[in-house]
């Protein structure tokens, strides 16, 4: 294959892979987004949270890897419908943005906590993946990343199955909507909300361990949800096909970006271009690509 | 003779009077006397904290203007107050003008730049609104990194001291005076635009955009003009920053001071000024406190002994916001109000 | 209304008279006792940054506790403050005030990075404040900061030691350097210092790429040398990011040497990265954690003895190696101890041994500058650890 080609290629395909992590932490914040209308700030932080947790399990507990993920993903959903309980109940019917900066106020103890218990040393994720690629026709792509793909695809199907014919799925939908008149409808909006942050949380974990294996694990894994800011927004904020395509979207234009414009107008331009895309969608789109225009009335 | 009762107005005018009544008058005179004393009494620790209570007062005084009165929430406040800072040190620097040129021109440059970005963001609202603001952050963060000509790049820059007919002020002190007569002139201001057309139209914005709309207001009009007060704001809080600290570096105009400040009028009160003011002060100084409590425990209950870690004071802080929003969403000012009624009504309870 | 307006004059009137009064005296002698000496420290404690503020600042401490069993300096104790400046300019500024207002520490043993300290400049010259920054530019010595003792070797002078490595030892044909950089200070010094170095040898540099701290992954910055055909990769990226690469090189079957400075030279990178990291050679002005002299020998004891977990451990020697040069100016400063005579000891410090921490420590009246040496580390991948590869040396003189 001609090299300029396959330079082309192999950038795309790794693009994917790491927007497929992107898409993973999407997938929780358009969760949230969806059934209660805020963004969560926190979500960062439960990504971290699990990726310790999971971290612990591992070598501390001597678990398999392959149970300590089941067990992580439990517990850091626990810690979802117990943060929603306590710290978001309280807000409903707040206006929108008090309950957002309770989000934010949540990500900063939740931070201090982790440094707390969990020390602010960089930690090895013992991986359980091959370290060397999987290479197709000279094209690489880690197993890491090979497997996150298809989380987030088998993620995105289920959740995509759970909210068109579940009942549940419609509850939440509808809360978004909605909330007084569901609530008079007989559905139990406290008990979405609690789901919801579990959910969210539980998605959390899964890209926290994929995360923890591809990067350092320390306190500072929290900021690598401000990354996937532009790709829900660009989804828009509450389409779940939305935020695979807007993380992968992002992951593809961010290493396109770092392999071509890097070197010809210098440096870093490969981490500033995602919130370039997402400052032009947002003035042609304002609701994102996929999200939902609202129609005001007085 | 009509009898008088505690507040009594005979005239619209009474009533929108800065001083009304001859206890706040009263007050006043003691708490400018405090401010003026403070310095003889506090160590050089103190006044700093104090200094920076007022850089963090003025930029939160903007921002409670955009978000609090207005209703627009912004995660991009750092980034004006970088652009205020970077025109400061420039001006200073390069064409030596004085501080009375450069605050000024640093205010009016954020505010140019405020009402550009105001303008595209006349479509969106709420969260949307709130991720344009912190990508526009974003981009200012690497403008400044990049454009090293202008900026320093990531070696910073150098602010040379204010100097006032030739008396350069330099100690903390001289600094505090300084500040403390700009903060009070640019938060009379706010106060001013807050009673006037204006602010009322801001209310009404935040209210509900399409009423407002509907009953006269011109949102594209107001909102921008909203957009580039408040980046005024953080434009004169970022020269006064550039003077303070004396050396700028884009580390300190993130996303996190964004956040900070959005912290501060929560806090301290959306859509108020004076909640701003004990925003600012009570973040500054409340980790202080949080230092002194937990060493009086370690005092108290020795198994605590050595185990205090700064992350707590971050900790307290995080769980502070959450608690204020849960159990007091009207922020410090709706606690001094309380208080305030509260003594005027004594021994009644309303 | 005109009642109104007279009052805001008046309220003026008062605020601008006391403009013009103002001042403050200072009196002098802090922090040394007949007993006991405070010092101050300012070092990040929380946050992300805390990995390296942390071992840093505990080597400082068990150093001085030491100290202390061992009868103190001149039969004084010392008291170590240490307070957080959460990596922030404004915080740091505050912390200096409060160790020196309220705590009235002798002096404080470092102010931090170089922001923080640059931040920190004027009250360093009028207190006096003796102290060695845990950062590495030229302004701190060059012209003299009368205040400031650098420590270590420059950027400049790091990389320079690399590029003559790569000419004179690495004995490789066609080298065809790729440097990876962060877009902060030292990865703009070292970029141009690399720049500079090659230029005077004639080896090309092929690539730039900026890979920042928390990137996710390295796949495009690693894609791109190899299409340039780097042989030779020079990181200027603290620890993180570092891994990053190494990891992403791996993933991609690219073997260049990879090469990196002090913030990165450190046994975590050999830890986290295994295999991966089986090409890095790495350069830094302390020795390895694994070196048998008795000063490295020295801090491995008092971090087992004081429980510490340390993370980098490079850091933590560095934190001890920091307390020692302070110790020892401390005591040859005598019983008359002060802010000026501290500083007075601490310039007759010459060829100053520390037993193997740091290089030769030599500081005089008219400098106080690094001594610009550096040792080469590579990685013992079986083990886990890195190992020296060669002793202090400083960049070759090219004419």
Request: with cysteine.
């Amino acid at each position: 294959m001609e090299s300029s080609l396959l330079y082309f290629l192999g950038l795309s395909v790794s693009g994917l892979a790491v927007g497929s992590l992107y898409a993973l932490i999407a997938l929780g914040f358009v969760l949230i987004y969806k059934a209660t209308k805020i963004v969560n700030f926190a979500q960062g932080e439960a990504i971290m949270v699990a990726a310790f947790i999971c971290y612990y399990l591992v070598t501390l507990f001597q678990i398999s890897f392959w149970i300590a993920l089941p067990l992580t993903m439990l517990l850091t959903g626990l810690l979802g419908v117990l943060s929603e309980r306590l710290v978001l109940r309280p807000m409903l019917g707040e206006p929108v943005f008090s309950v957002v900066m309770v989000t934010i106020g949540l990500s900063i103890f939740l931070r201090s906590l982790a440094g707390i218990f969990f020390g602010h040393h960089n930690y090895v994720f013992p991986s359980p993946f091959p370290a060397e690629g999987l290479r197709v026709g000279g094209v690489v792509l880690s197993y890491t990343h090979l497997w996150s793909m298809l989380a987030s695809f088998v993620l995105m199907l289920a959740f995509f199955i759970f909210f068109k014919f579940t009942n549940m799925g419609l509850s939440m939908r509808g809360t978004a909507n909605d909330q007084d008149t569901v609530a008079l409808m007989g559905v139990n909006v406290r008990r979405v909300f609690a789901l919801t942050w579990g959910l969210a949380f539980l998605i959390a974990a899964v890209a926290g361990i994929f995360l923890a294996n591809v990067m350092v694990l320390n306190v500072g894994l929290a900021f690598v949800a401000i990354s996937a800011f532009p790709a829900m927004i660009l989804g828009g904020m509450e389409s779940v096909p939305g935020a695979i395509i807007g993380g992968l979207a992002i992951g593809l234009i961010e290493n396109l970006a770092g392999g071509y414009l890097d070197q010809m107008i210098g440096g870093g331009v490969k981490d500033v271009t995602p919130f370039v895309v997402l400052f032009v969608i947002l003035m042609i789109r304002p609701y994102g690509l996929f999200g939902q225009e609202e129609i005001e009335r007085v | 003779m009509p009898i008088r009762s505690k507040t009594f107005n005979e005239s619209y005018y009474e009533d929108i009077k800065l001083f009304r009544t001859i206890w706040i008058k009263f007050w006043a005179v003691i708490f400018v006397a405090a401010l003026v004393l403070l310095p003889y009494f506090g160590d050089p620790y103190f006044v700093y904290l104090v200094n920076l209570s007022c850089l963090a007062a003025v930029a939160a005084v903007g921002l409670n203007i955009l978000t609090g009165y207005t209703g627009l929430i912004s995660l991009g406040h750092a980034a004006f107050v970088a652009i205020g800072a970077y025109t400061t040190a420039n001006l200073a620097n390069h064409l030596g003008t004085p501080f009375w040129i450069n605050l000024p021109a640093a205010g009016l440059i954020a505010a140019v730049a405020g009402a550009i970005v105001g303008i595209p963001c006349l479509r969106l609202k709420g969260l949307y609104l709130a991720m344009i603001t912190m990508s526009f952050g974003v981009l200012v963060e690497y403008v400044v990194i990049t454009w090293e000509g202008l900026t320093g790049g990531v070696r910073g820059m150098s602010v040379p001291a204010i100097s006032i007919l030739g008396y350069k002020l330099s100690s903390d002190e001289q600094l505090y005076f300084f500040l403390i007569v700009i903060t009070a002139l640019l938060l009379f201001a706010a106060n001013n635009i807050t009673r006037t057309r204006v602010g009322r139209a801001f209310v009404a914005i935040r209210d509900r955009d399409v009423a407002a709309e509907a009953i006269g207001v011109n949102l594209t009009y107001y909102k921008v003009l909203s957009f580039a007060i408040s980046s005024f704001y953080a434009g004169v809080a970022g020269g006064l920053y550039a003077y303070t600290i004396r050396h700028i570096h884009p580390d300190h105009f993130t996303l996190l001071l964004s956040i900070q400040y959005i912290t501060m009028i929560i806090v301290g009160g959306m859509g108020s000024i004076v909640g701003s003011i004990f925003g600012a002060v009570f973040i500054v100084v409340v980790p202080e406190f949080i230092k002194l409590f937990a060493q009086a425990s370690a005092r108290v209950f020795p198994v605590l002994e050595g185990r205090y870690d700064e992350e707590w004071n971050i900790a307290a802080f995080g769980l502070l916001i959450i608690l204020f929003l849960i159990f007091e969403p009207g922020g410090l000012y709706s606690i001094w109000n309380r208080i305030k009624i509260g003594f005027k009504n004594w021994p009644f309870t309303y | 209304m005109r009642h109104h307006r007279y009052w805001m004059v008046k309220l003026a009137l008062v605020v601008t008279l006391s403009l013009l009064t103002a001042g403050w005296v200072f009196a002098d002698a802090r922090g040394v006792t007949k007993d006991a000496v405070k010092l101050g420290l300012v070092l990040v404690k929380t946050g992300p940054v805390a990995a390296l503020g942390l071992p840093n600042g505990q080597g400082m401490v068990d150093y001085m506790n030491y100290l202390n069993e061992q009868g103190g300096i001149n039969g004084r104790k010392v008291e170590v403050i240490w307070e957080d400046d959460q990596f922030e300019a404004p915080k740091s500024v505050a912390a200096v005030k409060k160790l020196i207002h309220r705590d009235k520490v002798l002096s404080l043993i470092t102010t931090g990075g170089t922001q923080q300290t640059i931040a920190n400049l004027e009250q360093i010259n009028e207190f006096k404040i003796t102290n060695i920054p845990n950062a590495l530019v030229r302004e701190f010595f060059d012209p003299l900061q009368p205040y400031i003792f650098a420590m270590g070797a420059t950027y400049e002078a790091q990389y320079q030691c690399i590029v003559d490595y790569i000419v004179h030892e690495l004995k490789m044909k066609d080298v065809r350097i790729g440097v990876v950089y962060e877009k902060k200070e030292y990865g703009k010094i070292s970029l141009d210092a690399i720049k500079e170095r090659a230029a005077k040898y004639k080896i090309p540099v092929v690539a730039e790429l900026v890979l920042p701290t928390g990137s996710v992954d390295a796949s495009s910055q690693v894609m791109a040398l190899q299409k340039e055909n780097a042989n030779v990769v020079i990181t200027c990226t603290l620890l993180p990011a570092t891994i990053t690469f190494l990891k992403s090189g791996q993933k991609y079957n690219y073997w260049p040497t990879v090469f990196g400075f002090n913030w990165a030279t450190d046994d975590m990178i050999v830890k986290a990265c295994d295999e991966a990291a089986k090409n890095y050679i790495g350069v830094n002005f302390v020795g390895a954690w694994s070196d048998e002299t008795p000063g490295i020998k020295l801090a491995r004891e008092l971090a087992k003895k004081n429980n510490r977990e340390i993370g980098l451990t490079s850091l933590y020697i560095n934190g001890v190696g920091v307390s020692w040069l302070f110790g020892e100016a401390m005591k040859r400063a005598g019983k008359d101890l002060s802010p000026e005579s501290l500083k007075t000891a601490m310039e007759t410090l010459k060829n100053y041994e520390t037993g193997g921490v740091f290089p030769p420590v030599n500081y005089s009246s008219t400098s106080h500058a690094p001594g610009e040496m550096v040792k080469f580390f590579k990685a013992d991948v079986p083990n886990k650890r890195l190992i020296s590869i060669s002793d202090w040396r400083k960049p070759k003189e090219l004419k």
